[in-house]
Every structure is written in structure tokens, then in C-alpha cells.
């Protein structure tokens, strides 16, 4: 059974950092691509960041470009999410997801974590 599990999220200050961790279990992690997205209250899932199975490909959208690093330790099964300057508008429920490829679109993901609340305040 794929388990993904998202850790770190929590509430900071705007201008503030976080670093979101995913760990995951029951596939074969070396081998997937993972992805970042979040979701807002009322809005759609949004894509973030994503990175390749062996950590050498890496690719954002726009909002978080300059802010945000994806990366990932295979021994550790894990994807990470460093976020720098974080602004209010950053807020959002905070998901990782496991992939064939690297993808921006929701639907080409297969599994997903629970979520990471992140609230940045003002």
C-alpha cells in the first residue's frame, strides 16, 4: 500500500521560511517522480514544483520561482519543499504527489499525501 506522508507545515511569519518533508512508503521511490501542489480554500489544486526520480531535473510554477526548492533523498525515500519569502498568499493545504514523470497537471499523479496546512500571516 502507497503511503505519502507530509510533515512541517505550521504557521509563519510573511518573509519567513518552512521546509515541508514527504515520505514515502510502498512504492519504488528511486524510480517515481514527486511533485508539490497546494490548495486554498475555494480554489483549485495548484501546482508547485516538481522533481525527477534521480533529483537532476526540477521545475516550478511561477508564483513560487526564486522562493521555493524541491529536492529529494532516495535513501531516505523522502521529497522535500524549502520555502523562502513566504507571503500570505502562500497559504494553503500543502500536498505531495507521486508520479511517472514530472507533471504539472493534478491528473497525472497517482498517489497523494494528506496534506500540510501552511499559514503565513500578515
Known amino acids: 500500500q502507497v503511503q505519502l506522508v507530509e510533515s512541517g507545515g505550521g504557521l509563519v511569519q510573511a518573509g519567513g521560511s518552512l521546509r515541508l518533508s514527504c515520505a514515502a512508503s510502498g512504492l519504488t521511490f528511486s524510480s517515481s517522480a514527486m511533485g508539490w501542489f497546494r490548495q486554498a480554500p475555494g480554489k483549485e489544486r495548484e501546482f508547485v514544483a516538481t522533481?525527477?526520480?534521480?533529483?537532476?531535473?526540477?521545475y516550478y510554477g511561477d508564483s513560487v520561482k526564486g522562493r521555493f526548492t524541491i529536492s529529494r533523498d532516495n535513501a531516505r525515500n523522502t521529497v522535500y519543499l524549502q520555502m523562502n519569502s513566504l507571503k500570505p498568499e502562500d497559504t494553503a493545504v500543502y500536498y505531495c504527489?507521486?508520479?511517472?514523470?514530472?507533471?504539472?497537471?493534478?491528473?497525472?499523479?497517482?498517489?497523494w499525501g494528506q496534506g500540510t496546512q501552511v499559514t503565513v500571516s500578515s
Open positions: 522533481i525527477n526520480w534521480s533529483g537532476t531535473y526540477t
Open positions: 504527489g507521486a508520479s511517472g514523470g514530472v507533471y504539472e497537471r493534478v491528473e497525472r499523479y497517482d498517489y
